[in-house]
């Protein structure tokens, strides 16, 4: 069977001095390669052929055979690194908290292992509106960006 860390190497190798980076990788039985990157910029078609070539240029099917797959990181999934909330400053959330309550807003920071968020909503008679909240990571289950098309 392959080794997920001899991909993770070939990857990481190939995606050096970019500003792409590996998100999500694994090895199934079969040798079923899956990975997902994602980037400070977007991540083009192009990115994701070229890293397919490169990975299956240093394998070799005559020895193990196997099926590779890239894939960039969408927009509906959850992020899985702190590099993400940086790229995402700026957009719309939506944060599962680990009691699973949800909290939408607007990213506006990150520092340390703390996320600053504008909470969405309309101020209601005789309520405080929160201006600023800052979340700790370690309370945050899932955060994902949400899509808005108005």
Do not use: H
Not at 45 to 50: E, L, P, S, T
Not at 103 to 127: F, H, S, W, Y
């Amino acid at each position: 069977m392959i080794e997920k860390n001899n991909i993770v190497g070939l990857a990481d190798e190939f995606l050096q001095n970019t500003d792409k980076y590996v998100v999500d990788l694994q090895v199934k039985p079969g040798n079923i390669i899956a990975v997902t990157i994602d980037g400070d910029t977007p991540v083009t078609i192009v990115d994701c052929i070229q890293l397919s070539k490169f990975i299956e240029s240093k394998l070799d099917r005559e020895i193990e055979d196997f099926d590779l797959k890239i894939s960039s990181f969408g927009a509906e999934k959850p992020f899985k690194m702190i590099r993400q909330y940086r790229k995402n400053i700026g957009r719309d959330v939506e944060i599962i908290m680990e009691d699973d309550t949800i909290v939408k807003g607007k990213l506006l920071d990150i520092v340390d292992e703390k996320i600053k968020i504008k909470p969405a909503g309309k101020k209601k008679k005789n309520e405080t509106l929160i201006e600023e909240l800052w979340i700790d990571l370690a309370q945050v289950k899932q955060t994902k960006c949400t899509l808005s098309f108005k």
